[in-house]
């Protein structure tokens, strides 16, 4: 006879996620949890709740790899010698990025493939 388990087995895991993201889009961000939280309700994508992101991917990489390092623009400047002013412009889409300055953000940010800048 086997032995009864302490804990019921579920198929699904449910686990916490903690994140920062700015003060104007966290309004989005309960809304797209709970439809992912409601099994009735059809299934959205991050595309279908954030479309004003879709078309900004490598200037969200360059942000979001700057903030994992905990770097300011400044001392991301001076890792890799792009101007403070050409860093934020990059970063709010009114500058390309470009392969040669790709391949040094991916070095100063410890980022495996320049391309995510692309």
């Known amino acids: 006879m086997s032995e009864p388990m302490k804990k019921p087995h579920t198929d699904e895991e449910i686990i916490t996620l903690n994140l920062r993201v ?3 889009i966290a309004g989005k961000i309960k809304q ?3 439809f992912l939280e409601d099994e009735d309700k059809p299934a959205y994508s991050v595309a279908d709740v954030f479309p004003e992101y879709m078309d900004k991917n490598p200037q969200i990489a360059l942000r979001a790899y700057r903030t994992r390092e905990s770097l300011t623009q400044k001392e991301l400047s001076l890792k890799t010698g792009i101007p403070q002013h050409q860093t934020s412009e990059m970063e709010n889409g009114k500058r390309g990025i ?3 300055r790709a391949r040094k953000l991916a070095q100063a940010l410890s980022v495996s493939d320049y391309r995510y800048f692309l």
């Open 32 to 34: 797209y949890a709970q």
């Open 98 to 100: 470009g392969k040669e």
């Open 22 to 24: 700015r003060r104007s």
